[in-house]
């Protein structure tokens, strides 16, 4: 079955940068579109990044220039690399799949989702 799961997350300073994977097993990145939320605490979860099945890229604005999603074929795993960090950025980041070539707006339509892991911006 199709599994996604997330890692790379933990604590880190303002203005660090860390690096999020969404491993991939049960389907190839070729058939399906990844993209990451978060979720702070009381919050609902906020898109962040897609990339589609043709490689297409979608970011939101407000992180546009500090995040960056790329795929890796040879390892079916899809990265969110975050820099500048800030305090608003801590959440549970989670990663979500689609089986087209379609980046749902909401978590909720995605058909696949992972576990989420942690992320907090803290001095």
């Known amino acids: 079955q199709v599994q996604l799961v997330e890692s790379g997350g933990g604590f880190i300073q303002p203005g660090g940068s860390l690096r999020l994977f969404c491993k991939v097993s049960?389907?190839?990145?070729?058939?399906?579109?990844i993209g990451w939320f978060r979720q702070a605490p009381g919050k609902d979860h906020e898109g962040l990044a897609c990339?589609?099945?043709?490689?297409?890229?979608g970011m939101r604005d407000s992180v546009n220039g500090r995040f960056t999603i790329t795929r890796d074929d040879a390892e079916n795993t899809v990265y969110l690399d975050m820099n500048s960090l800030k305090f608003e950025d801590t959440g549970l980041y989670y990663c979500?799949?689609?089986?087209?070539?379609?980046?749902?707006?909401?978590?909720?339509?995605?058909?696949?989702w992972g576990q989420g892991t942690q992320v907090t911006v803290s001095s």
């Open positions: 979500a799949g689609e089986p087209r070539n379609y980046c749902p707006l909401y978590y909720s339509q995605f058909t696949f």
């Open positions: 049960g389907i190839s990145l070729d058939n399906v579109s």
């Open positions: 990339v589609r099945t043709d490689r297409t890229v």
